[in-house]
Nanobody, 127 residues
């Protein structure tokens, strides 16, 4: 069964950091784009970042640029999302998703293009 498993969420104070992990199960990262998305209550889903596993090229949403870094460890079959300088408005459920991607063009931040999704991990930024 193909699935994605997120981990690393939690409660953090404003200005703090968290690292989220996304580990595919049943498939490898080869020739895929892995994206991170988030959804806060009453809000639309938002693309946070994505990475092409083949080329390492990345893409970031405007609201997180400069504060977030996405990376991949192909040996561990895991994608990471390092989030720094967190703000209360970053509070949301964070999901990772995957789609076949040859890496020739920058990965998309449109969730409707992704095939497989994880169950999500809650990130709460509050003092």
């Amino acid at each position: 069964q193909l699935q994605l498993v997120e981990s690393g969420g939690g409660l953090v104070q404003p200005g703090g950091s968290l690292r989220l992990s996304c580990a595919p199960s049943g498939f490898t990262l080869d020739y895929r784009a892995i994206g991170w998305f988030r959804q806060a209550p009453g809000m639309e889903r938002e693309g946070v970042s994505c990475i092409s596993s083949s080329t390492g090229t990345t893409n970031y949403g405007d609201s997180v640029k400069g504060r977030v870094t996405i990376s991949r460890d192909n040996a561990k079959n895991t994608v990471y999302l390092q989030m720094n300088s967190l703000k209360p408005e970053d509070t949301a459920v964070y999901y990772c998703a995957a789609v076949p991607w040859d890496g020739g063009i920058i990965c998309p931040l449109r969730g409707s293009l992704y095939d497989y999704w994880g169950q999500g991990t809650q990130v709460t930024v509050s003092s």
